[in-house]
């Protein structure tokens, strides 16, 4: 499996080209992505996103395949976002402040 790139692979870590050629064709795999993640990389799959992660910032991910670390890295961006408008909601439940518009009003 090379990368779209010719030559470049050369410039990435092969296990870091690994993630990046799981990622582009996981979605043909039968299984759930977690049970692959463990079958084929022996990670949890924590451990595979932290490491994906720090493999979708390096210059030699983008140059490997640059609209798949493009696509990831919007990914990304997504969820963090999503993970942002969940803490703010449950810093609202920790401190017991119930918004507005979801207030009952007492007769």
């Given at each position: 499996?090379?990368?779209?790139?010719?030559?470049?692979?050369?410039?990435?870590?092969?296990?870091?080209?690994?993630?990046?050629?799981?990622?582009?064709?996981?979605?043909?795999?039968?299984?759930?992505?977690?049970?692959?993640?463990?079958?084929?990389?022996?990670?949890?799959?924590?451990?595979?996103?932290?490491?994906l992660?720090?493999?979708?910032?390096?210059?030699?991910?983008?140059?490997?395949?640059?609209m798949?670390?493009?696509?990831?890295?919007?990914?990304?961006?997504?969820?963090?976002?999503?993970g942002?408008s969940?803490?703010?909601?449950?810093?609202?439940?920790?401190?017991?402040?119930?918004?507005?518009?979801?207030?009952?009003?007492?007769?």
């Amino acid at each position: 499996m090379g990368g779209p790139v010719a030559g470049i692979a050369s410039t990435l870590a092969p296990r870091h080209s690994r993630l990046l050629e799981f990622e582009r064709e996981w979605r043909a795999h039968n299984a759930a992505k977690e049970d692959e993640i463990r079958r084929e990389f022996a990670l949890s799959p924590a451990r595979y996103y932290q490491l994906l992660d720090v493999v979708i910032d390096s210059p030699a991910a983008v140059r490997y395949d640059p609209m798949l670390v493009g696509q990831l890295q919007r990914s990304r961006a997504a969820r963090s976002s999503a993970g942002s408008s969940r803490t703010s909601t449950t810093e609202i439940l920790e401190g017991e402040r119930i918004p507005p518009h979801t207030e009952e009003t007492r007769d």
